[in-house]
């Protein structure tokens, strides 16, 4: 009886990186495994420096911050509440969930600003 394919058969001579995009793909898989597996070889050495497009001065008390985040919160809501009544159906209710959850987080930063202590002023003469 002969066998038509060699004892063991012949390895087939292929690269992973026989191309650019095969380069690519191999280096993707590397950091994809790393990502679950060896999560520590992602992180660099060199710490990330945060954008400073949008900074919060500094030098802001937290009472000042938490005003304006209620009042963001505020307009967020009505704006939200004008557009679902521009929906109708599922679309509206999300619109409406949204608008909710909104609300919420301005009675949480209300809560906040009614527990936070402010400093008395000196009298006025």
Known sequence: MIKETPNPPAA?????????????????ADRALDHYLNPSALKSPVARKPSTMFLVAPDLKDEDLLAHTCESLAQASVMASDFA????????????????????????????????DVPKSAPRS
Do not use: C, F, T, W
């Open 12 to 28: 087939d001579d292929v690269s992973p990186y026989e191309s650019i995009d095969s380069k690519k793909l191999h280096d993707a």
């Open 85 to 116: 009544g521009y929906l109708e159906g599922p679309h509206r209710h999300r619109a409406m969930a949204i608008q909710q959850v909104v609300m919420l987080a301005e009675l949480a930063v209300n809560r906040m600003l009614d527990n936070v």
